[in-house]
């Protein structure tokens, strides 16, 4: 552990590779989206990161077979999580992992009950994101079972 920080190279217990796992990060806060996105590529996930909803909305239009699932912040400025993670969920079918600030239990749990797949409050940690590839996992099982 250097700095108190947990780096995966510093306990790396995760079995499962996650290497092929094609993450689309929404975030409106720069810095927010950087550190998210750094945090997944330090787990091995492949990242493509968008500044807002609708910039992501068109690239999973562009894209829509190459991403596994979606981590998203809750409150942005031309759409928020809410509404982004409904239209990806009736467009797309893609799991998507919530992130925000609020740490109110009514917010996380209209976030879950509206079918956001999992639910993480800021600061965002490196184990945080560690096993989000489970959700993608569990999407695909329910495709092949369609």
Request: charged residues 20%; negative net charge.
């Amino acid at each position: 552990m250097e700095n108190g920080i947990n780096t995966p190279y510093q306990q790396s217990h995760n079995p499962i590779s996650v290497i092929g796992v094609n993450v689309l990060v929404v975030d409106d806060d720069l810095v927010c989206l950087s550190i998210v996105a750094a945090i997944l590529r330090a787990w091995k996930y492949q990242v493509v990161t968008v500044k807002n909803p609708l910039d992501a909305l068109a690239t999973l239009q562009l894209g829509h077979n190459f991403f596994h699932l979606i981590v998203t912040d809750v409150h942005m400025p031309e759409m928020n999580g809410f509404k982004f993670q409904k239209r990806v969920q009736e467009e797309f079918h893609l799991p998507v992992v919530m992130i925000s600030a609020d740490d109110a239990k009514r917010s996380m749990l209209r976030d879950l009950d509206s079918g956001a797949t999992f639910y993480i409050v800021k600061p965002v940690k490196y184990n945080d994101l560690e096993n989000i590839w489970k959700y993608a996992a569990e999407k695909d099982k329910s495709v092949d079972n369609h």
